[in-house]
C-alpha cells in the first residue's frame, strides 16, 4: 500500500443489521426455540451495486471515516486494528485516491456528482432486479387466485375510507356524458395482445408524439432549454426518456430505439432478430408473457443529473421522477384507448437487464416503469378488470 495515500469513505452509505433465521434443530429437540436467527452487517454503497458484508471492526472503522476529507492513509491505519482499513478499501467502501482505486472512486465520484439523496440511491440500487420472473415471487404470482390470497391473508383492507355518517356526506354532481368519461370507462390494462398484428406506422407515430413527443422547445435562458410536453414535470425538467423495444411495428426492424424528442424520431441503437426481440421483451417485463406480446414495449428511462441539478440531495425528487412515470404511463394508457388500442404499464422489471441492453449506468439513467401498446386480441384469455364489458363482452369477444 502506497504510504502517501489519502483516504475517505463512499459518498452514499448505508448500513443495515439483517437478520438470517434458520431452523435450529438440536434446540427444537431441547425444548428451545425452534429458529435461531444469526445477524449480519450489510453495507448498501450504490456505487458498488451490490451487497457487502462487513464486521463488527469495519463498521466501527466506517464509523470514524468521513466521507469528505481526504485522510492520510498512514494515520488511519494505525488508528484502526491490523488490515481494517485494507479490508475497506478492497471491499470499495473506503476509497483511496491512488492509481490502484481509480475506478471505484469514477464510481463514487459520479455518485456525489449526481446530487443523489442517500436514501433515495440506496432504495433505487437495490430494489433493481436481473433475470427475475414474476413468477419467482410465490406471494404474488399470476397463477396465485385472488381466492388463494385471501384464504391464506384473510380480507384485504376495505376498498374505500369512511369518515362521515352517510347522513352527513355532502353529495356531489358528476358528469358521465363526455368524450372523457367515455374514454376513461374503456381504459383498461390490456394483457391480451394480438400476438401477429404489426402496428401501424402512423398510428405508432402518433402515439410517440402524443405521449413522449414535445408540443414546443424554448429556451429559458442562454443553454437551458424547457420541453412542453403532455405530462406535467416536477422543475420542468422532463427526466424520463423513451427506450423502445420494438417488435412487429410498420417500416421498423425488430430491435432496440431511443426516442429522439424535439426531432420527433428513432435512433436505432441495435437491431435484433426477432426472436431475440421475443426474449427481450420477456426478461424487461419479467417473463409476464402477455405484456411481452405487445408490438412495442418502451421504458420509461429517469435521467437523474437532470432533475437533481436543480433538486440537489433532495427529499422529494426521486420520489418526484417515479410519479412522473406515472403521468406518462396514464397518457399512454388514455391515447392507445382513444385509438382502439390496448395498453399496459408495470412496475415488474428487470431494470438491470434492460440497462444492460441499453448500456445505461444505474445511477445516471435507469428504468422506472416499462409500457407497451398495440391491437388487442380478438378473444380475451387472460384476466383484466372489465366490470363494464366496456373492451370486452360477456364472452370474451373484443367489441
Ligand atoms: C405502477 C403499476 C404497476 C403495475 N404492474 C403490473 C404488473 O406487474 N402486472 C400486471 O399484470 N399489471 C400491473 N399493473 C396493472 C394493474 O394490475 C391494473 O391497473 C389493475 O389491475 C386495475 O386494472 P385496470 O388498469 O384495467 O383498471 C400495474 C399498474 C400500475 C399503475
Redesign the pocket.
Given at each position: 500500500m502506497s504510504e502517501s495515500m489519502r483516504v475517505r469513505r463512499c459518498a452514499v452509505l448505508m448500513i443495515e443489521p439483517r437478520e438470517r433465521l434458520e431452523l435450529d434443530v438440536a434446540g427444537l429437540f431441547g425444548g428451545a426455540q425452534a429458529l435461531k436467527a444469526t445477524c449480519q452487517w450489510i453495507a448498501l454503497a450504490p456505487h458498488l451495486d451490490a451487497e457487502i458484508e462487513i464486521d463488527e471492526a469495519e463498521l466501527a472503522a466506517l464509523g470514524r471515516l468521513g466521507e469528505t476529507p481526504w485522510q492520510e492513509y498512514v494515520t488511519l491505519a494505525s488508528a484502526m486494528p491490523p488490515g481494517v482499513l485494507d479490508r475497506l478499501l478492497e471491499k470499495g467502501l473506503a476509497i483511496g485516491d491512488s492509481a490502484r482505486y481509480a475506478d471505484i472512486r469514477t464510481r463514487d465520484e459520479n455518485v456525489r456528482a449526481c446530487y443523489w439523496k442517500p436514501l433515495s440511491a440506496v432504495a433505487h440500487t437495490f430494489s433493481r432486479w436481473s433475470e427475475a420472473g414474476?413468477d419467482d415471487d410465490v406471494r404474488i404470482t399470476?397463477h396465485r387466485t385472488l381466492v388463494d390470497l385471501i384464504r391464506e391473508y384473510g380480507l384485504p383492507p376495505p376498498h374505500l375510507t369512511e369518515r362521515a355518517a352517510a347522513n352527513e356526506r355532502i353529495g356531489l354532481p358528476a358528469s358521465d356524458g363526455s368524450a372523457l368519461d367515455a374514454l376513461f370507462r374503456r381504459?383498461?390494462?390490456c394483457?391480451n395482445f394480438d400476438t401477429q398484428a404489426p402496428l401501424d406506422f402512423s398510428v405508432f407515430g402518433d402515439m410517440m408524439k402524443r405521449v413522449f413527443g414535445c408540443h414546443a422547445a424554448t429556451e429559458l435562458a442562454p443553454g437551458a432549454v424547457a420541453l412542453k410536453k403532455s405530462n406535467p414535470s416536477g422543475g420542468s425538467l422532463h427526466p424520463l426518456e423513451a427506450y423502445l423495444l420494438v417488435r412487429r411495428v410498420e417500416n421498423l426492424e425488430p430491435g432496440l430505439y431511443h426516442y429522439h424528442v424535439t426531432d420527433h424520431a428513432l435512433e436505432p441503437l441495435a437491431l435484433l432478430q426477432p426472436a431475440e426481440a421475443e426474449t427481450n421483451a420477456r426478461r424487461f417485463?419479467?417473463n409476464?408473457d402477455?405484456?411481452a406480446d405487445a408490438p412495442v414495449q418502451i421504458a420509461l428511462v429517469a435521467r437523474f443529473r437532470r432533475t437533481f441539478w436543480k433538486y440537489r440531495n433532495h427529499p422529494k425528487a426521486y420520489r418526484a421522477i417515479v410519479l412522473e412515470a406515472?403521468h406518462v404511463?396514464q397518457n399512454l394508457?388514455l391515447a392507445a384507448t382513444e385509438l382502439g388500442l390496448g395498453a399496459?404499464?408495470?412496475?415488474?422489471i428487470n431494470e438491470i437487464d434492460i440497462e444492460k441492453a441499453f448500456a445505461l449506468d444505474a445511477l445516471q439513467e435507469s428504468p422506472i416503469?416499462v409500457c407497451g401498446f398495440g391491437a388487442r386480441a380478438a378473444r380475451r384469455s387472460m384476466v383484466?378488470?372489465?366490470p363494464l364489458e366496456a373492451v370486452w363482452d360477456a364472452d370474451g369477444v373484443r367489441r
Open positions: 414474476v399470476p381504459r383498461a390494462t394483457r417485463v419479467a409476464q402477455f405484456f406515472g404511463s394508457y399496459y404499464v408495470t412496475a415488474a416503469a383484466e378488470l372489465d
